[in-house]
Nanobody, 120 residues
Framework: QVQLVESGGGLVQAGGSLRLSCAAS????????MGWYRQAPGKQRELVAE???????NYQDSVKGRFTVSRDNAKNTVYLQMNSLKPEDTAVYYC??????????????WGQGTQVTVSS
């Protein structure tokens, strides 16, 4: 059984910062890509940022220069540092990871989501 548990969401004023964390636990042999998605009310879930096991990163254009994704492989944890937040960043943020348990193939997992609200 594998779980992704997010923390760090909340309410912040425009221009402020938040740091999200997501820890993977359970039967984990290895983790490939880890990332963050978000879903605003009435909109589709979208990729915010992702990072490979080797440290390569990819960002949505709207967050480049403001958000930074990182990971601690020893802790099976991925982070999202969000600076210069804007009201349009308001959404539920979901952690996502490709995890391999033992000899099984990689499987994609989602966290439960954490609310980020940016007030103007």
């Amino acid at each position: 059984q594998v779980q992704l548990v997010e923390s760090g969401g909340g309410l912040v004023q425009a221009g402020g910062s938040l740091r999200l964390s997501c820890a993977a636990s359970g039967s984990i042999f290895s983790i490939n890509a880890m990332g963050w998605y978000r879903q605003a009310p009435g909109k589709q879930r979208e990729l915010v940022a992702e990072i490979t096991s080797g440290g390569s990163t990819n960002y949505q254009d709207s967050v480049k220069g403001r958000f930074t994704v990182s990971r601690d492989n020893a802790k099976n944890t991925v982070y999202l540092q969000m600076n210069s937040l804007k009201p349009e960043d308001t959404a539920v943020y979901y952690c996502n990871a490709d995890i391999r348990s033992g000899i099984l193939a990689y499987r994609n997992y989602w966290g439960q989501g954490t609310q980020v609200t940016v007030s103007s």
